[in-house]
């Protein structure tokens, strides 16, 4: 399937992400207002402008609209704060559907960047508001319930496990055996996860580690590096195992393939490459793709964003220039 087929499909699918849904803030600071606090002493940082966008499972999010998708959607638990007014400000922005629980019993999980205004260079720590608690459970019901309420109305559900703390995420044990168990009773739709610790824990989805987290999770379950052994204890239907500029290795019902990309010699930022890379594979797989195919569509929109300074987009018609290009 051509990406021009692909790109034909996706006006016709919807899409949902379910997990962890963020919002990154862009702060740039005027190094020139720095001075001491006169109570304190510490140096201040003197922000001049904020930027801010969806972050971590907003990220695919935005790639599935800016590809055309007919309708994406995030479902995630944020807090009843200013962080998440600014985020759904953001969502809507890109014309996503906020379908989050929302709960005074947790803060937004946002990234808070600070950019050297003069440099362009992100030169300060990052300021996270995370979540170390466990969610509350009264929120993980209704996120369990809204999302078994909406499944019916989307054709892929992308899962983003982007917590890295051990408590605190969306996708808890729970949510994973939901999505497992939607996932036996609706073959037909996607079920595309992504996690950066906890790969190994979902059951009958398409699964998407990089190298890093596909290593961790062979070596935890397995004792060395078998990603057809690791498809197979994960009941997956396709293991994706992103390399980076060294492509993908694709391992389904016929074995165990490498898809090579083009790597760009001087990418911009990679942060987010990932995201973009899942938000075009998955769609492609829903478009009808084969898993060869979606892997090249993915890496073909993850070498658009990886140009773009942050976590930039891909669009339907950079795709189509793009395609162009590596033809």
Known sequence: ???????????????????????????????????????????????????????????????????????????????????A????????????????????????????????????????????FINTTPLDREVEQRLLERLRSEVDGFDVIVISDQAETSRGG?????????????????????????????????????AKPNQQEGEAACREWIGRIDYPELRRLLASPLLLVTHGPNGVLVIDDAGERRVPTRPEPHPVDICGAGDSFSAGAALALAAGASSVDAAQFGNLVASITIMKKGTGTASSQEVREKCRFWQ
């Not at 006006?11 to 001491?36: F, H, M, N, Q």
């Not at 953001?90 to 709960?103: E, H, P, Q, Y």
């Not at 055996?177 to 073959?187: K, P």
């Open 1 to 83: 399937m051509t990406p021009a087929e692909i790109l034909a499909a996706i006006p016709k699918l919807s899409a949902l992400v379910v997990g962890d849904i963020c919002l990154d803030r862009w702060c740039s600071y005027d190094p020139s207002t720095s001075e001491a606090s006169r109570e304190t002493g510490i140096p201040r940082i003197g922000v001049v402008r904020t930027e801010v966008t969806a972050g971590a499972g907003g990220t695919v999010a935005s790639n599935l609209a800016a590809l055309g998708c007919g309708r994406a959607a995030v479902l995630g638990a944020i807090g009843d704060d200013g962080f």
């Open 85 to 128: 007014l600014e985020l759904s400000r953001a969502l809507a922005g890109r014309g996503i559907d906020d379908l989050c629980v929302r709960s005074c019993s947790l803060q937004t999980f946002t990234y808070t960047k600070v950019i050297n205004g003069e440099t362009g260079i992100e030169d300060r720590p990052r300021l996270d």
């Open 170 to 206: 969306v996708v808890t044990p729970a949510m994973r055996d939901l999505v497992g168990e939607l996932a036996r009773a609706h073959r037909q739709k996607i079920f595309f996860a992504d996690s950066r610790a906890r790969i190994q824990h979902f059951r009958h989805v398409i």
